[in-house]
């Protein structure tokens, strides 16, 4: 297995299968930290920096809660505008990275344009993260959840994974990589505007990844083992939440899983969302016994423990 010490974590493509398993064995091994709401000294003399371009609660502050669960620091930027990247001057990358570097030890980063961490990562003489780049990858959220079905179901593998949404988003491209590792079906139900790119599929074609694509949520739901949900509607970042007309949001019914549906399902059939979420997961399926979206969301803290242990050297 190739080392994680020192390693850019970018994509989930060419991620090799041992390197999946190895990433869900240093989880379990650092969870006791979180679930003892305790902290460590694992990374008591490291600091990570965020470079976050794009608005982000989750995954920059589930690094920041793992950082800090580790004892090491934390710096970094929410908000570009309030760098010399996003006045009047448009920091390039580069340089931005040049300065970067000699705040910490690791970057985080989240940009709106794809590629902006590969670019990162070519300058940074420390390892960067890529917290989610434009429509391209979000690979920590991904490990994230499958170390969750790892979890709650014994193993990815085996399962057939329904994956509901826009197949152009990061999350989604992530994923089917991912699985080319893993003995998984990805069944596809995307609008027709939101269907994966036929490069994307082409990708997973040449990778191996096991894939099908329906058109109804009923078509998959009594089959599969995990309900996998990203939003159908994009939001419109002009706006402000008050100048949203009220129709904006309304996820066409076949696309959108409710306590109805759930009742077609297996019962041991769990429902992931890497939130935030619109109206294709309606509040009525927290109550139910498939909902893992909360569980999901700690296992974001904990696999950004692994992920920080690794790439820092905690474990070599
Ligand atoms: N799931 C996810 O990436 O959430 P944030 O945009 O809040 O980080």
New binding site residues.
């Given amino acids: 297995m190739r080392s994680f010490a020192g390693r850019d974590i970018l994509s989930l493509k060419g991620f090799e299968r041992n390197e999946f398993m190895h990433l869900f064995e240093i989880a379990d091994r650092v969870e006791p930290i979180a679930r003892g709401r305790q902290t460590s000294d694992l990374l008591a003399h490291k600091i990570m920096v965020t470079a976050f371009y794009q608005p982000?609660?989750?995954?920059?502050l589930a690094h920041e809660s793992a950082m800090n669960r580790l004892g090491g620091r934390v710096n970094g930027f929410s908000d570009a505008k309030m760098t010399r990247a996003g006045d009047f001057y448009q920091e390039s990358i580069k340089d931005t990275v040049h300065m970067l570097e000699f705040y910490g030890d690791v970057i985080v980063m989240r940009h709106f344009q794809q590629g902006a961490p590969h670019e990162a990562a070519k300058w940074a003489s420390i390892p960067v993260i890529n917290g989610?780049d434009g429509w391209g990858e979000?690979p920590t959220?991904v490990l994230t959840d499958l170390y969750t079905i790892t979890k709650e179901m014994g193993s990815v593998d085996g399962k057939s994974i329904l994956a509901i949404g826009d197949h152009r988003m990061r999350t989604m491209h992530s994923l089917g990589y991912a699985l080319s590792q893993f003995d998984a079906e990805m069944v596809i139900l995307a609008p027709e505007d939101m269907s994966p790119l036929p490069e994307f599929l082409a990708e997973l074609d040449e990778m191996g990844t096991n894939y099908r694509i329906v058109d109804h949520v009923n078509d998959a739901i009594e089959d599969a083992d995990v309900i996998y949900m990203e939003p159908v509607v994009q939001p419109d970042y002009t706006l402000s939440r008050d100048d949203v007309p009220e129709d904006y949001s309304m996820t066409p019914p076949e696309y959108q899983v409710t306590a109805e549906v759930m009742k077609k399902a297996k019962s041991s059939s769990i429902v992931l969302h890497?939130?935030?979420r619109m109206d294709e997961l309606l509040e009525e399926v927290d109550h139910t016994r498939h909902a893992r979206y909360w569980e999901e969301a700690y296992n974001g803290v904990v696999m950004r423990m692994a992920l920080l242990t690794s790439v820092l050297g905690s474990w070599e």
């Fill in positions: 982000s609660t989750r995954t920059r989610g979000h959220q890497s939130l935030p």
